[in-house]
């Protein structure tokens, strides 16, 4: 599977800025950190064991939202980084040199993730920021790339990892995992889609048009109509009842994973059950138990994080609990643990490849990261391949449903990729959208 | 029907815990006088406790209802009554300062304990059922929740109607003293009132949080609402409120059928704020209760000698040049810094020199990031782009001002609350604000080509500078005449308007030069991020912004500069996850102690004063002038009252008086208390409205001029119970009495004032001050004085301003027989060597006699007789008038008839 590069980023980028916020919520509260608009950078350093190894480390960085509005959902994915980073250090670190997991926070503020940034490769001399989970790294990308210092994996659905060269994804874009829908959704015979789309964020508004050049770029008939909702609104059966009077076979709920079974069980009041299409990002292992869940269609850049037939997984779920045992259990696990730790991967098997080591600089770590062929992490990502000075889009996706109260994996854990063609069509839809 | 029927039930029920909040809200804002913007917090604390209790501890419902509703009903009632209660007779920025910090206080606390990672949820525990109402779902949680409001609001409503409690409480609004005489305790009656407020609010939070994840933000704001409800029972009627709470989820429930998508999609949930500004903005002023706990500031201004000042200021700028040498990465943190202590300065000017509230300032900085944006994307200039922004906050500000004009105080607060939500609600998500592309605002920085002013380092100079000219503009303000309009605004509107001063065009003003700089700050703070988005300026920042600026001290460009320190450089340089929250809980609990503190004691100890000045060597004294220019004399002319009748309701205060006071005499109006001596004098000045008759100034008719255009045509007067300037010093005071005119109605003769009229100024208040003898107290704050000087300052201030006919209302109240006297003395002197007149009331009838040419003598609000002072002296009706005799009483009936 080779790399498909964006002809249009900037294009590209307001589509992933649209379904960015959809998938994480965006359109989620006002959140603490932000209405004292404080600034709060705080780093830690990974755990050292008994089996890390001595001498200087490998000094990574990571910046992440997590404090931020998108807590309940973005949360998860600093533990995720963490839980890699002693799982590295306790099989001998990488070429023989512990690794220095320095994390930062930004809240969800673009002044303190800039901040976070020139911290990390200025003050702390970082060798690449992995695990980006920061929702503003708008505000601090082209920063990072005047240092070259590479941002590897985490939140894919970010805009800077399919529009800045410097941005390394270890997984689909949004605009992709649309394109998933509209591929799922037209198999399965559903005809009529509605996304409800937050109204707490400007960029939740593309969503719609979105939807419509994801499903013409696969030729999927599908009529697709949006209606707006604010997530602090305390009952949706307005919502609920105007997309069933409208005959609605499928609902995309574009707001933070808390907000999603709210409306499902708004419209499940209203003996309305429409089948649910969600990303990855914004899901939730506990929508398995709700009813009006199932049938549910979840599609993603990672496989689902519970199959343990894939290498990969098992061995993130075996880091994940000696780093925090009954961690995935919790009612704030979800898939960005695993997503956070694939990001880890990544960068492990960069710097394996480059042989970074405490002296290294961020340009051998990108050597490392355009010497991946076909990469695929022993299977908890499409194949990856890089070119040196072009953004990079991953056009795989993966899909899960939830069926009989669980999430079940589709196509056997393996993704499914967008063709040249749908992908040439897209681009077209998104340059109409301005 | 069977369409909406839906949405009226989704709506009912929303509707109904929202008309239970507002109900509480209104029952402690009429009882005590304090509205409380916590009342979204206790919902949020009742929320967590009662999901600590049912969800964590797994005690059933009922008792988990039970417990959080009458635990935070109690502790928090009888909490927020002690509050209330230690925070009478503050000033209104104060009050609103404490409720709002034990808001910031409490949703800090319970972020703390509770963390935002971990989805909280309570489950629906009113039960899953559902029936069938004409093909309408109905759930039953609904049901009870629809129901259970409205027969606690029934209860609460026959409680207040038919019990002892419940009549006490009425009572205590409208007068405490007389309800503590009838032996009934007004406190003990106002804690209960709160104590039912409280569980009002708590039980609308134990409703709430089945609806939506534990969220604190989310309850505050879904309980704020019920700020809209409120306003349509005109903060005053419980009743009205309940329904105004249905309507209102009805309306934005139906909204969202109606309205799906555009602009208006933002209607439902805008819907409360919508009708709560709109409320504000049009109904009438006599329906909105409140206004008289609107109390002036009594907190004596004092700055440190400019010197002082300017030299802290030389070693901070100095400081601050070599900032991008240590700050390393958190240059971009002292960048915004700067840029943010320009917004909080332009909040100072606002709050805490004029005495307005504004908890809307994010929201000038919003327009000020996205109209900078904007104007750079159509290709304008940095700089000229720069000052655009801030004059397109301007009209905005000004439609703010309406409030502030048509209310003030507490109703201003919550109109620039309501605001600040609607802009975020309705109109971030538009394109000529964060636009709809999602890529957020490219904040550009200024190119000059031959100097780096674009990278951080070159920026922050740039920053630098813009910062020490908006300090020294908020200097030249303060320092200058708006200065003083703005702090006597503060002190005393009524005094201001009736020395010649168009107090809504200051009102106006200030709003404009603070929303223009708030606007500017915004932007370069955004410039100094290089790229913004709408997440970054909620609402409720805006509380947090106001907090800061009523705890930081020193003065508008250094309390901005603290401000901005607080909440921007503390944080960068203090690690750790929570470390915002600390501080939001810190600056709520500051606020809270700073408000709790009187008014009159929150000021820089003497000592500090005293070695301040010391180090500032000294003081450039005042040049009083050898000798002051001889005043030309007045302009004859003459006040005439002619058939003035004034009716408060069903009484008649004034019925068919005529009064002539020209120029050049000593006129007397006398009579005994309730005569309608005072009504009288208001009703000339423009105070209050006469039913009858007209007030003729001039021979042409005033009774339709402002209160200030008549002290501009000459009519100057001192109040019976004193409207000084109490913040501001003797000097001060007297100055406004001749800079009001000065000033008029002119916008731009509010800015400054040319040299000549400073000189002009100086001279009328060096004369005022020396006939007055209070030139040895002139730097003197108006409050530090005793009773009869502070009487002799508004007879200063009066005869400093260019007034032809002086209305002075007991004038000798206060004063000793010797100043009694040396004050006729006085009187008479400035009405030979000015020739103005004189309408005197007075109930020391030695100074009436001696210095009166003419006197009027009312009763019962009737003319009984005029004439000279020997002729009053002499009759019967008079005597009857003061003596009560009863013979003399039928004969005055008689002739008047």
Redesign the interface.
């Known amino acids: 599977m080779g790399e498909i590069r964006s002809r249009r980023p900037r294009l590209l980028?307001?589509a992933a800025?649209?379904s960015a916020?959809l998938a994480i919520g965006?359109c989620g509260?006002?959140?603490?950190?932000?209405?004292?608009?404080?600034?709060?950078?705080?780093?830690t350093t990974a755990t050292q064991t008994a089996d890390t190894p001595k001498g200087p480390a490998i000094k990574i960085g990571t910046i992440c939202s997590?404090?931020?509005?998108q807590?309940?959902s973005l949360?998860?994915a600093d533990d995720g980084i963490k839980a890699w980073a002693k799982a590295v250090n306790a099989s001998g670190g990488i070429n023989g040199h512990p690794v220095e997991l320095i994390a930062e926070?930004d809240?969800?503020?673009?002044?303190k993730g800039?901040?976070a940034a020139?911290?990390l490769i200025?003050?702390d001399k970082v060798v690449a920021i992995v695990s980006d989970y920061s929702t503003?790294d708008?505000?601090w990308a082209?920063y990072v790339e005047s240092k070259n210092v590479a941002v590897i994996g985490g939140l894919s659905i970010e805009?800077p990892f399919i529009s800045n060269p410097t941005f390394f994804a270890a997984g689909a874009s949004n605009v992709i995992e649309y394109v998933g829908f509209a591929k799922v959704l037209s198999g399965l015979g559903k005809k009529n889609l509605r996304i409800l789309y937050c109204?707490?964020?400007?960029?939740c508004?593309?969503a719609p048009k979105l939807g419509e050049a994801a499903a013409a770029s696969v030729g999927a008939d599908i009529k697709i109509s949006?209606?707006?909702i604010?997530?602090?609104?305390?009952?949706y059966?307005?919502?609920c009842?105007?997309a069933k009077?409208a005959k609605v076979e499928a609902l995309i709920v574009g707001a933070n994973?808390?907000v999603v079974p709210?409306v499902v069980d708004s419209c499940s009041?209203?003996?309305f059950k429409p089948t649910v299409v969600a990303i990855a990002a914004s899901s939730?292992p506990a929508w398995a138990e709700n009813a009006g869940f199932e049938g549910a269609v979840v599609v993603g850049p990672h496989p689902l994080h519970t199959d343990d037939s894939v290498p990969g997984i098992k061995e993130f779920q075996e880091g994940f609990d000696a780093y925090k045992p009954d961690g995935r259990e919790?009612?704030?696990y979800n898939s960005n643990a695993m997503a956070a730790w694939t990001a880890g991967k990544l960068f492990e098997a960069a710097a394996t490849n480059a042989k970074v080591g405490p002296d290294s600089t961020p340009a051998d770590v990108k050597k490392g990261l355009y010497a991946l062929k076909g990469e695929t992490l022993d299977g908890l990502t499409a194949p990856l391949t890089y070119t040196e000075g072009q953004p990079f889009l991953v056009p795989c996706w993966f899909t899960d449903r939830i069926e009989g109260g669980k999430y079940v994996p589709a196509n056997d854990s393996k993704p499914e990729c967008a063709d040249e063609a749908a992908l040439t069509k897209i681009g077209g839809f998104l340059k109409q959208l301005? | 029907m069977s369409?909406l029927l839906?949405?009226i039930?989704?709506g009912l029920?929303?509707g109904a815990?929202y008309g239970l909040a507002g109900v509480g809200l209104v029952l402690t804002y009429k009882t005590s006088g304090v509205f409380n913007f916590a009342h979204g917090g206790i919902a949020t604390a009742s929320a967590y406790l009662f999901y600590e209790l049912q969800v964590q501890r797994g005690m059933p419902w009922a008792l988990a209802a039970a417990i959080t509703i009458l635990t935070a009903g109690l502790v928090l009632g009888v909490t927020f009554e002690a509050l209330a209660r230690a925070i009478q007779g503050r000033s209104l920025a104060y009050r609103v300062a404490s409720t709002v910090g034990a808001l910031l206080a409490i949703?800090?606390t319970v972020?703390l304990i509770y963390?935002?990672?971990?989805?909280r949820?309570v489950p629906q525990f009113l039960g899953d059922g559902?029936v069938t109402i004409f093909d309408t779902?109905v759930?039953t949680s609904q049901i009870i929740t629809f129901v259970f409001a409205i027969v606690a609001t029934a209860a609460l409503s026959l409680f207040l109607r038919h019990s002892r409690s419940g009549l006490a409480m009425r009572a205590v609004v409208d007068d405490p003293d007389l309800l503590a005489s009838a032996g009934t305790d007004p406190v003990r009656t106002r804690r209960l009132s709160w104590i039912l407020g409280v569980t009002f609010a708590s039980a609308s939070g134990v409703l709430?949080s089945p609806?939506?994840?534990l969220?604190?933000?989310?309850l505050t704001?879904?309980v704020v609402a019920a700020f809209g409800a409120a306003a349509l029972g005109a903060f005053s009627s419980l009743n009205t409120t309940f329904a105004g709470g249905l309507v209102i989820g009805v309306l934005a429930?139906?909204a969202?059928?109606w309205f799906?998508?555009g602009v208006l999609?933002?209607v439902?949930?805008a819907l409360p704020f919508l009708v709560l500004f709109a409320v504000l903005l049009v109904f009438p002023k006599r329906r909105l209760v409140g206004e008289g706990f609107t109390l002036p500031s009594r907190r004596v201004a004092w700055t440190a000698p400019l010197r002082f000042q300017a030299a802290n200021a030389a070693v901070l700028v100095a400081v601050l040049c070599f900032v991008p040498t240590f700050a390393?990465?958190?240059l971009?943190?002292w960048t915004?810094a700067l840029a943010l202590s320009i917004v909080f300065m332009s909040l100072w000017l606002l709050v805490r020199t004029s005495g307005q509230v504004s908890l809307c300032h994010v929201a000038f900085t919003a327009i000020g990031v996205c109209g900078f944006s904007h104007l750079t994307d159509q290709g304008i200039p940095w700089l000229p782009a720069l000052i655009m922004c801030g004059l397109i906050a301007i009209p905005i500000a000004c439609v703010l001002a309406i409030p502030a004009i048509r209310l003030s105080g507490l109703y201003l607060a919550l109109a620039t609350f309501g605001f600040g939500v609607l802009l975020q609600?309705m109109f971030?998500?538009?394109d000529y604000m964060?636009?709809?592309?999602?890529?957020?605002l490219t904040m550009p920085r200024p190119d000059l080509g031959f100097v780096n002013i674009s990278g951080d380092e070159g920026f922050f100079y740039v920053v630098l500078i813009a910062a020490v000219l908006s300090a020294a503009f908020v200097i030249a303000v303060a320092e200058g005449r708006l200065g003083r309009l703005l702090r006597g605004l503060a002190s005393s509107p009524l005094a201001l308007q009736t020395n010649g001063v168009d107090t809504n065009v200051v009102r106006v003003l200030v709003f404009c030069a603070s929303g223009f700089l708030a606007a500017i700050g915004g932007a370069l703070a955004g410039v100094?991020?290089?790229?913004?988005?709408?997440?970054?300026y909620?609402?409720?920042?805006s509380?947090?912004y106001f907090v800061l600026i009523i705890i930081v001290g020193g003065g508008a460009a250094w309390g901005g500069v603290l401000a901005a320190a607080g909440?921007?450089l503390?944080?960068?340089y203090?690690?750790?996850?929570?470390?915002?929250?600390w501080?939001?809980l810190l600056?709520g609990l500051a606020a809270l102690a700073v408000a709790l503190v009187p008014d009159e004691r929150r000021q820089v100890p003497p000592h500090l004063r005293a070695a301040i000045t010391r180090l500032s060597g000294k003081r450039k004294a005042h040049r009083t002038r050898a000798t002051v220019p001889t005043r030309e004399m007045a302009r004859p002319g003459s006040l005439k009252v002619d058939g003035l009748g004034v009716r408060f309701g069903g009484l008649v205060a004034v019925d068919g008086v005529d009064i002539v006071a020209p120029t050049g005499r000593i006129t007397g109006l006398i009579g005994p208390n309730g005569a309608g001596k005072t009504t009288t004098f208001n009703a000339c000045s423009g105070l209050i409205r006469p039913s009858a008759g007209d007030v003729q100034f001039d021979d042409r008719s005033v009774s339709r001029t402002s209160i200030a255009a008549r002290a501009r045509h000459g009519l100057g007067r001192t109040f019976q119970k004193m409207e000084l300037f109490d913040a501001l010093s003797v000097r001060d005071n007297v100055a406004i009495g001749a800079e009001g005119a000065y000033a008029g109605a002119n916008p731009l003769r509010h800015l400054a004032a040319t040299p000549r009229q400073s000189a002009a100024v100086d001279a009328a208040v060096d004369e005022a001050l020396r006939l007055c003898e209070l030139e040895s107290m002139a730097d003197r704050a108006a409050a530090d004085l005793s009773t009869g000087q502070r009487r002799l300052v508004e007879l200063a201030r009066c005869l400093a301003g260019p007034y032809r006919v002086l209305l002075l209302d007991e004038p000798s109240s206060g004063l000793d027989a010797e100043e009694t006297a040396k004050f006729g003395a006085l009187l008479k002197r400035v009405v030979q060597e000015r020739g103005v007149g004189v309408l005197l009331v007075e109930h020391d009838m030695s100074l009436v006699l001696d210095a009166c040419e003419h006197i009027y003598v009312l009763d019962f609000g009737k003319l009984v007789f005029d004439g000279t002072p020997s002729a009053v002296t002499e009759s019967s009706i008079v005597r009857a008038a003061y003596l009560g005799d009863a013979e003399v009483q039928r004969e005055v009936e008689t002739s008047g008839a």
Do not use: M, W
Request: net charge negative.
């Open positions: 980028t307001l800025l649209a916020a965006a509260s006002d959140s603490e950190d932000s209405d004292t608009g404080a600034q709060a950078g705080s780093s997590c404090s931020g509005a807590a309940a949360g998860i926070e809240a969800g503020d673009p002044a800039l901040q020139k911290k200025e003050e503003v708008g505000a082209e805009t109204a707490e964020a400007p960029i508004a593309l949006g209606q707006k604010s997530s602090t609104a305390p009952d059966t307005a919502q009842i105007a009077n994973s808390t709210r009041k209203q003996g939730s919790a009612e704030d301005g | 369409e839906p949405f039930v989704a029920t929303t815990i949703e800090a972020h963390g935002i990672t971990e989805p949820q559902s779902i759930q709430f609806l939506l994840p969220d604190p933000v989310q704001f879904l429930s139906l969202t059928k799906p998508d999609a933002g439902s949930p390393g990465v958190r971009t943190a915004t609600v971030y998500t538009q964060f636009g709809s592309n999602g890529v957020g100094a991020q290089t790229t913004v988005s709408a997440e970054a909620p609402p409720l920042l509380l947090t909440l921007i503390l944080p960068a203090v690690d750790g996850e929570d470390v915002a929250v501080l939001q600056f």
